[in-house]
């Protein structure tokens, strides 16, 4: 089993920056692609952005591309999520999670943490 642990939220006026922190226990996965995930009160779960182990290689949502960076501390067992020019609508719990494969869809992913909260006052 893979553990994760999202850390960094909290409460942050429009235009300001935050980073999150996804700390990684359990089997080893090497071979995972990790994903940052958000779901504002009453929407769906929307992609954000991803990051391949192997080769460090990265995606982005149209909507956060050039606000966000997503990097990974293989020490560390831990991804980070850089949000800068927070906008209002980037309100969310934010989610860590694990795949197997290479996947924007969240139904792909096989593990996921408790979620850290941002909220971005405007």
């Known amino acids: 089993q893979v553990q994760l642990v999202e850390s960094g939220g909290g409460l942050v006026q429009a235009g300001g920056s935050l980073r999150l922190s996804c700390a990684a226990s359990?089997?080893?996965?090497?071979?995972?692609?990790m994903g940052w995930f958000r779901q504002a009160p009453g929407k769906e779960r929307e992609f954000v952005a991803s990051v391949r182990w192997s080769a460090l290689s990265t995606y982005y949502a149209d909507s956060v591309r050039g606000r966000f960076t997503i990097s990974g501390d293989r020490a560390k067992n831990t991804v980070y999520l850089q949000m800068n020019a927070l906008k209002p609508e980037d309100t969310a719990v934010y989610y860590c999670?694990?795949?197997?494969?290479?996947?924007?869809?969240?139904?792909?992913?096989?593990?996921w943490g408790q979620g850290t909260q941002v909220t971005v006052a405007s």
């Open positions: 999670a694990a795949s197997g494969v290479a996947t924007q869809l969240p139904q792909s992913y096989d593990y």
């Open positions: 359990g089997r080893t996965f090497s071979r995972y692609v």
